[in-house]
């Protein structure tokens, strides 16, 4: 009598946790690179598996999930800064669970647990398999939680098991993470740790599941996404084998990779170019420096020869291929000259859609100590290059204008009217169109554009080039 009273109790106490449990939200804020964008969705997907909803109002989360980067400027301070302004809105509030996750949680790790008691847990990026045992051992003794170790291969295990969520029609696919180089100015191999790729089946199979779930184009992401090598039976699949494994996806429309480094821009991806249908004409291959001295001084491992080798490979392949690049401005030692040289080589490959940063020294880094250019000299090359990068942008969306462009629609803009897509070298396009084309590619003649994108008509029947 006295046992089945105590079960009952006991299965009455666990359902009410899990309803508890059941009704709770989380917020995700997400910083960085595309790779913490994939990595929000996924842990999305994750915490689900015990109940948590996704909220996009952060003043009803019972979770606040900061995903944060460390690859410029005062990091680990805009961190401590957001988590003061959350402290500030839940001020009169149930404190909601603080975690900090991605690559300021992995650099900085227990140390913020004891600079900033409001923060409960840290996970680093490598970690996130773990994150619902995380939580739930958290909320079980509120005891702070520190996850910062290295273990991919258990990570993407057991992501692969866990259903993409996505509703959309482009998709972020993770092939490769962390990264072997270590450019002298670059946090990302102590943030992600070293290159490892993913199991080749494992990521067709991911494609698989995101296509029948309705996307149309999928971007492959990796720190260097074009080292991926995964060695099997005596095989090995490089990148070049995966996108001809997705050629053969009929209902997928488009493939992208990013980020590539010139160094393994090898002559079975070149070749690809030459036979793909849904690889997409433009080629985001970051150069950072128009100098030699500068690369090497970077330890970026290629010249700009090589850099051009490259590109006149493309062009000759399909000149219809665009480049798009980043680029550090005032890395130390960069005199006149050397800026000269990275204006020389963006006027020659006519970049489009490029980023440009003033360089900021990162601790741990090689360069984190080196005597830093004039702030002021960095800050005027910043304005004369971002100047011809956007000037280019501008020209190149104004000879768009009375073409004809292919459209991949995305989905409808907030106005509720008008239909956003993108064009095959990534450029936005709004356009009044039908819900239907959603998750099709479409023909838009662009009647106006400016800096960032196109605007247009729905050609239904068209004659005219496909710019
Ligand atoms: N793996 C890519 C490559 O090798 O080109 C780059 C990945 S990194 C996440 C993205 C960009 O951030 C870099 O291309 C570089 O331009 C910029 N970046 C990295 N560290 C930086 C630093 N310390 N200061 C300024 N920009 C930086
Ligand atoms: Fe950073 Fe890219 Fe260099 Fe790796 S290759 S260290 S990710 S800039
Ligand atoms: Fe930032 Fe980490 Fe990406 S440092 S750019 S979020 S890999």
């Not at 700009?304 to 690049?325: E, H, T």
Request: charged content about 30%; hydrophobic content about 35%; aromatic content about 10%.
């Amino acid at each position: 009598m006295v046992i089945s009273w105590l079960i009952i109790n006991w299965n009455c106490m666990e359902l009410k946790k899990n309803l508890r449990l059941m009704l709770k939200k989380i917020f995700i804020k997400t910083f960085g690179c595309q790779m913490n964008e994939y990595d929000s969705n996924r842990i999305f997907d994750t915490v689900k598996k015990i109940g948590f909803e996704k909220t996009d109002k952060y003043e009803d989360a019972n979770c606040y999930l900061l995903n944060t980067c460390h690859i410029r400027d005062k990091a680990k301070e805009k961190v401590y800064h957001e988590i003061g302004r959350v402290k500030k809105i839940f001020r009169f509030k149930k404190k909601p669970i603080i975690i900090v996750a991605g690559c300021v949680a992995q650099a900085e790790n227990q140390e913020m647990l004891k600079r900033e008691p409001y923060i409960d847990i840290v996970i680093g990026p490598q970690s996130y398999h773990k994150i619902n045992g995380t939580i739930l051992n958290y909320l079980n003794d509120k005891k702070k939680e520190e996850e910062t170790e290295f273990d991919t291969i258990s990570k993407f295990n057991y992501l692969s098991k866990i259903k993409n969520k996505v509703s959309k029609v482009s998709s972020f696919l993770t092939i490769q993470e962390g990264c072997d180089k270590f450019c002298h100015f670059c946090v990302v191999p102590y943030t992600r740790g070293p290159e490892y790729s993913r199991p080749f089946k494992q990521i067709i199979n991911e494609a698989k599941e995101l296509i029948e779930s309705g996307i149309r184009e999928i971007i492959l992401l990796g720190q260097n996404v074009n080292a991926y090598s995964y060695k099997e039976e005596g095989k090995e699949f490089r990148l070049s084998d995966l996108l001809l494994e997705l050629e053969n996806f009929s209902q997928l429309k488009r493939v992208r990779y990013t980020t590539s480094h010139p160094k393994d821009m090898t002559e079975d991806l070149i070749n690809i170019y030459k036979s793909s249908n849904k690889l997409m004409p433009l080629v985001h291959l970051p150069v950072q420096s128009g100098s030699n001295k500068i690369l090497k001084l970077m330890n970026r491992n290629h010249t700009i020869d090589d850099y051009l080798k490259i590109y006149d490979k493309l062009k000759s392949i399909n000149p219809n291929i665009q480049f798009s690049s980043d680029f550090i401005i005032g890395y130390p030692g960069e005199n006149d000259n050397d800026f000269k040289n990275t204006m020389e080589l963006i006027k020659k490959i006519n970049f489009t859609n490029s980023y440009s940063f003033i360089f900021s020294p990162r601790p741990g880094t090689v360069a984190a100590d080196l005597d830093l250019v004039d702030e002021n000299k960095s800050k005027q090359r910043l304005k004369i290059i971002q100047k011809e990068l956007f000037e280019n942008q501008i020209q190149k969306n104004k000879s768009l204008e009375n073409k004809i462009v292919n459209v991949l629609v995305e989905n409808r803009m907030k106005d509720g009217v008008k239909l956003f897509g993108r064009t095959e070298h990534m450029t936005s396009v709004i356009f009044d169109g039908d819900l239907e084309n959603i998750g099709t590619v479409v023909q838009v003649e662009v009647t106006s554009s400016n800096q960032n994108s196109l605007f247009g008509e729905l050609k239904k029947d068209y004659k005219q080039k496909v710019a």
